[in-house]
């Protein structure tokens, strides 16, 4: 399979979903759609055969928003093992939750925690949003992945 056949057939099943779909040759595509479609965008890649995510990264633009990053393949289908499609969303700041893809995509699990443990993300319908991962569980304050997160230094307040 080529990279504009790809691309195409992806904008034609997210078409509907209001998905802004563009691309970085030679292997990967991204497809941005609103927080409230993106389980349905994650089906309709499960369906073509982006089968598990590689990992789940969230980037933070203080006072802003957060953009959250899927970055699917395939283990299933070789034609496809050759690209990435990285499913984004945007989180408004002051409100940084969307649905778990866990249903979705399983190798979802640790990677949604871990960016709810060290972002402060919430993945309304994770199982393990009550828990910490990586922190201490007496953890208290902001998530030290943040961009507001200041180190305390001893004598300094950086």
Do not use: C
């Amino acid at each position: 399979m080529k990279f504009e056949e790809l691309k195409s057939q992806i904008e034609e099943r997210m078409k509907d979903l209001g998905a802004e779909v563009s691309g970085k040759e030679p292997n990967v595509v991204d497809v941005k759609v609103p927080r409230e479609r993106i389980v349905e965008a994650a089906k309709r890649l499960k369906e073509m055969g982006f089968d598990h995510v590689k990992a789940v990264t969230a980037i933070d633009y203080p006072n802003e928003r957060f953009e959250i990053v899927y970055v699917s393949s395939s283990y299933s289908n070789l034609e496809l093992a050759y690209f990435i499609v990285n499913l984004r969303t945007d989180l408004p700041y002051d409100d940084p939750k969307m649905p778990t893809l866990l249903e979705v995509w399983p190798s979802v699990l640790y990677q949604e925690h871990e960016e709810h443990d060290l972002m402060g993300i919430v993945f309304e319908g994770h199982p393990r949003m009550g828990e910490r991962l990586l922190l201490p569980e007496s953890y208290e304050g902001i998530p030290p992945l943040r961009k507001e997160f200041k180190v305390k230094t001893e004598g300094i307040n950086a």
